[in-house]
């Protein structure tokens, strides 16, 4: 079990930055898949970057060259550093972590991109 806890969000400028973070009540390092995914009211919610089993990170097409995601063993920490930021990137965004069998989700955090 794993209790995940999203910050970072805010509003910010098209062309802005932003780094999310989502803190995890337990070792990171043993959860093998684990992700952030944005929603927009009336719309499923869409992944957007991770990593599935260890391997390395993947990103949807339209964040590649712009969203980096990170961990912080030490600290038990995923992070999501957001560059260039376009006003279709505004959603609530989710981490999300899979483990035991079981797929666990934060409380989301709002990012709004608008001038």
């Known amino acids: 079990q794993v209790q995940l806890v999203e910050s970072g969000g805010g509003l910010v400028q098209p062309g802005g930055s932003l780094r999310l973070s989502c803190a995890a009540s337990?070792?990171?390092?043993?959860?093998?898949?684990m992700g952030w995914y944005r929603q927009v009211p009336g719309k499923e919610r869409e992944w957007v970057a991770g990593?599935?089993?260890?391997?390395?990170?993947n990103y949807l097409d339209s964040v590649k060259d712009r969203f980096t995601i990170t961990t912080d063993n030490f600290n038990n920490t995923l992070y999501l550093q957001m560059n260039s930021l376009k006003p279709e990137d505004t959603a609530v965004y989710y981490c999300?972590?899979?483990?035991?069998?079981?797929?666990?989700w934060g409380q989301g955090t709002q990012v709004t991109v608008s001038s």
């Open positions: 999300s972590a899979i483990t035991g069998g079981r797929a666990y």
């Open positions: 337990r070792s990171i390092s043993s959860i093998n898949t």
């Open positions: 990593f599935f089993s260890y391997d390395r990170m």
